[in-house]
Every structure is written in C-alpha cells, then in structure tokens.
C-alpha cells in the first residue's frame, strides 16, 4: 500500500525544503494488477513514474507498497532512484526499522525461533531491524520505530499493559541503539516517527515514555475522523506531532477500496483541527490503488503545503481551479460541481456500505430523492461529456463520468432491490421487473468496469477498476461482486388492483385495517400520495376519487421501473378549507372493489399563520431546520458559530470557530445559535441533532452541546460521556454505524408549556462539535436514514 504524507512547517533535517512533507500508499489487487502487466511489477520504472507524480504535486515522502511487496528488496534500484528523486522513503505503521513485513514472512527461519514477538525472539528480532538500517545506509528516510504485531495487527501481550508497556519500551531503546551504531551519530539526529494506529494508542495513554525527538503520529479511526490531537502540554515536544489519515481502508470498521468517497469539505474539516492544534508534522494519507483518488489527494496536498490557502470558504473556488487546470475554463464550473456533488453523494453511506434497505421507500420519499439527486447528476455528465474535446474525453471519463455513471447505477441498483422485496410484500405485478432491472444494473456495472479497464486510453489503466464492490457481507470485499437477492411472484391466475400510501411499507387488499394518509396543514404545505398498480397480469382501471371538494387529485408515475404503475398526488385548495381539522376520504375503485384511504388537513387560524411566519414547524408531524437558519447568533470572546459550506449532507454545517476555543461550562454563557420554531401543541418534543461523527480528540473533552427551549433549563449532553460513551467510542457497539452513516444523532427532550412560536436554543460546551441538521418530533419517529428533509437537505 502507498500513503500520501506531509509534515513540518519548519525545514527538518535531510528533508526538503518544502512548507509540508508528504506522501501515498497502495494496494491490491487493482495497482499490483497494472504495475504488473505495464511495468512487470513495483520496480524503479513503476516508481520512477510515481515520485514524478509526488514532486508535481509538492510531495516528498512514501510509504511504498505494502502487500506482499518488499521496497527495497523487489528491485534493487528502487531505493537508489528514491534517493536521486530527493523523495523521503519510510515503511508503515506495522513495519518498523525500514524493514517490510514480507521480508520477515519470507525469511523468518532465518531468525532466531522465527517469532515476531519480543518478548520470545528478542535477539532475531533485534537483527531484522539491524539490517533494515544497514541497508538503508545514508539516504534520506523517516524511521519507523515501535512494533505492532505479526502483520497488520495488534502486538502479542506479555500478560498485562504494564508489561507491554515495558516491553515496548526496551524494542525503542533497542531500536534507537541500532540507529546510533549504524549511522555512527546520536539517535535523535536520525528524523523518527512512531504511529499510534488503533490499539498503540492505549500504551501512550497509560504512560510509554518515548524519546523527545520522535514525531509522535496520531491516526484516524481509519474512516477519515481523528482518533486523537495534542494537548496543550504536549505540544512543545521536539518530535512533534502528525496524523494518518484514510481515504482509502482495507479493515475495520469496513473496507472501502474502490471509487472516491471523500468529500472535502470533510477532509478540510478534520485536518484543519489538526493543523490548529498542533499536529502538523507530518500528515500521510492511505490513498489505496490512488488512481480513483486524484482530487482528495491533490487537495490534501495543497492543504497540507499552504493550509492558510485552502480555507472552508474557498473550497468551492479550489475545486473550481482544479477542474480549469485539468479542462481549461469553459467548463470548469461544471465539472467542479459534477465532481463535488458525486463525493458528497458517495459519502452519504459509502458506496460498500450501501443496503436495499439503506434508504426509505416510505418515508419522507427518501429513496426517491436520492434516486432523483444521482439521475440529474448522471444527465448533467452524460450531457457535457460531447461538448469536451475528444483529446480531453478519456481525462473526463475517468476523473468524472465513470465516477457519476459506476456510482449512480450501483445506487439505482439497491434501491431497485429495494422495490422489488417491497413490492412481494406488497403483491405488485412489478415485482420481477424490478428483479430484471437489478440484474441490468448489475451487468452494466461491469460493463462500465470493462470500459475503464479496455477501452478508456486504449487500455492505459487496465485493472485499476477490478476491485470488487458490491455485496459485503463482512468488513472485507467479497472474492465476487454479489448482486443483491431478488424476489419473483407467481403471477398465474392472479388479478385486480393494489393500494399502498405515503408513509406505510402494507397494502391494500390484504392489511385488515384502513389505510390511513399522513396529515396535511396549511402551514408546511406538503402533498402526500397514493399509489394504485396492478396485482396480475390484466391491465386495470382504477377510478380515484376525493369526497370533499377542497382535495385535489394529480396523476403522475409511481417511483419504479413499470409504466402501469399510477402515483397519485394528494394536496389541498388550502383558500377553501375549512379552518382547523377536517376529514375527507380518498376512494379506489375497479372491479367492484372500492379502497378508501383516510385524509386529515389542518388548516391555521389567522392568528396561527402570524405566530408561525418566518419560523419552521407546523401543525402535524416532524420537522427539520436548516442548521444554518439561525435567526440570532451569540459571539462571546470572539467564539461563534460559523457555517462550513458543503459540509455532509447539507448546503452547509455549523461548527464552533476558532477550532481550538476553550470548553464552557455554562452554556447560558456560552457560544449560541437560536432557532425560531413553531409547536403545535403543548407538550414534550424530541430535538435531534444530527452531527458529524467527530471522535474524543481532546482525552477528557467529552464533546457535549446543549438545548433548551425559550429560557427554560439546558439539557446538556456529551457523546462521550457516561456509559453511552464507550459505545461511541473508536470500534465501540456504536462506532461502525455511525461511521457508516458519517452522522451521529444527539437526541434532546425539550418542553413547549403552550402551543405557538418558540425559540430553540443551541449551544457550545466543547468545540470541534459538526451539526449537519435539527429535527424536532412529537411522540414516536418513523424509521429513516436521513429523518425529516430540510430545505437545504438531498
């Protein structure tokens, strides 16, 4: 694997003299299959290509290629060319001393007892490292110090942490004796760095003294959110500090390997933090087979060379200057939305991590809009791709549209598998078109694979797309893309027609209770609908009706692949409806056989619709407010609430500025935001604040926030305080779910002692908190994934 890096803002040692050190990382099968067959492996003129790539973009330090490859050893010329590239070679977190880990699996008899452990095999150990430096000989390099276990996992214990601690300790001092002797200078002279990845954090924590000149780098939780940042009586260390960073991950909590789902506005976010508290040293990245990374990459780069330059309110702009430079002007815009919009919608489950039932069919029309958000970016791309240049085409393909089109079409897959278990369920005809438009979709999948890897550039990039995607059934990629199950119906003899409403998975015939629509009002003015689709092969004639004439009735598709599908829209004539609460029944009729579905709307009063002007709510249901819809904003020394553009799943978030603002204890006097809303009735509500997945990078900082309601007392609430926050913990109960929903929901109850115009509260108790949206329920919540849409929201 090859990671991305970058470091000190001070010119260090035998390192250039650069703002930032950086460098990349790799992986198989997609890089060992095209090194393989366009260069006969990871050889010097694979890396010869590659520390070109790493200079243009002002980076100069690898990590080289992990699995099953040895540096230095695969190709004698490598490490020389490195060397003469001015390009500062290391190894990874797990393979200490500029040793790989094949090495060792290759020649352990050679070793001692052949055991990776310590404890057990010290002096075999002990002479693995040593040639690792004699090798090395006097060319620049970053030394990975410590030890993990044999491969990529954790160290063996000798019984209990202190011991382990202890033993640690005596592989550092061994380590640092070895670098002495062999460079003939002291050890703190040789530029070091030791990688607090996953369970190495715990052996910091609880007291491992490491030397003070030795980069101490903390890592992410391997999903893009920082496990860790200096404290203030950390920082004045010589070694200093830096970060490992993921956008790419073979492990846990999950593998995603194959296309770019780094937004970065995410990555700026995470990174800032690290630069303003202190962790910029060094910065790597694990970019995987790199090629479907190019811009996360070329922005980490940039961030990490100037980050000054790359503020949250510029990231559009850098974007923009990034398609220009790719595709001169006249369509930069575009493609940097286009490229933009793809990362955002990847982001909001990854694409490995999607399900037929990530996203609702029922509620809030959630499937739907995100099948309509990637159908326009697809029609947005598919229509530029013959306004470019045709010497611009294969650039375009690979950077954007195999992007959009693999990305769109895996996304319309799962939801068709959705539909089509819904649809058994609920005895449509449809249901084995919706299993043959899952297979479509799976065949063109490949196809599209098959163009990147044999058609775009006559080949140029064969195998960089045979990563497998689809069907996880574990953390791991499957051996085989799985398509998902479908269902099938046995049709025969079967007939008429069925009934299925906004909101509701049942159908009718068949449910022993009514239907029942979703509460309209006048004062967030949704529509609802129904749906009415044959059960057989016979074609049906359905006659929909309303009983009350202030109902109106519009006829459009359903949301599936079959014509003979009718959604019916359901709203109200809102100037003739009676005030307040009024029924009206919604009838089907075929056949002889009559559904008839309950409708309530709710129509304000005059002094209803003054009190809620301007403020969000209404009178039925749950709502959401746009974070950055604040009607009044509290600055207290300086620290506020300011907006991060792009940011997850809205147009924008709202974090606390400056990053590193001290904690509050009170929230009354502390950093807000206020929200006017409008309750319709008395009573208790649900708020849930919808966040980034921020981890505990302050030990002891909880990261809490607080609610209240007009001035009544604030709930404040920490993710990782009290025995919640375990789960919430790096690879806790909650961690993977919240990880592969890159949100967490912090769920407040706040109490409306009357009906009418409210003011929602929220505010700072420690910073680096991300709040995505707020969603205000009565009573039980439908099930989700996004919960109720905002303006602002896909």
Known sequence: MLHLRSCATTPVGLWSQLDERQGSRHEAPCLSGWTTEKFGGMNADFYGRLFELLLRLRANYLWPAMWNNAFAVDDPRNAPLADDYGIVMGTSHHEPMMRAHKEWTDHRADYGNGEWNYATNRDGVRRFFDEGIVRNGARESIVTIGMRGDGDVALESTGNLQSD????????ADQRAIIAQRTGKPADQTPQVWVLFTEVYKYYDAGLKLPDDVTLMFADDNVGNLRRLPLPAERGRRGGFGIYFHMDMHGGPFAYQWINSNPLPKIWEQMNLANRYGANEIWIANVGDLKPLELPIDFFLAMAWKPATVDKDRIAQWTRDWAERQFGPDHAAEIADLVTRYAKYNALRKPEQLRPDTFSLDQYREAERVADAWTTLLRRADRLE??????????????????VRACANLTLMYIAAARNARNARQARASTRAEAEEVRRRFLYDHQLRDTYNHVLAGGKWNHLMDQTHIGYFDWYPPENDIMPPVADLDLTGVAGFGVAVDGDDRSWPGFYLPPVLPTLDSLTRRPTYLEVYPRGAAPIAPVVRADQPWVTLREGPAFGVSPRERRYWIDIDWAHAPVGRSEAA???SDAGVTITAKLTAIRATAQQERDARGAYGGLAGAFAVPVTAFARRTVVDGVRWEAIPDYGRVAAAMSVFPVDAASVSD??????????????AAG???VDLVTGATLETIPGRTLGVAVTL???PFAVKSVFGGPEGVAQDFLGDQHPVTTANNARTMRFTVTAHRAGRHRLVVAMIDPTMVIQTIAVSQGPTKPSYFGPPSPDHI
């Open 165 to 172: 601690i202890h033993l640690l300790e005596t592989v550092i």
């Open 386 to 403: 013959p306004l470019l240049r045709p010497d611009q085409r294969d650039a375009y393909y690979q950077l954007v549209l195999y992007p």
């Open 586 to 588: 919604v009838t089907v």
């Open 667 to 680: 929230p009354a006097r502390a950093p807000r935001l206020e929200y006017d809303v409008y309750l319709a």
């Open 684 to 686: 208790a509500y649900h």
């Open 710 to 712: 007009d001035d009544g």
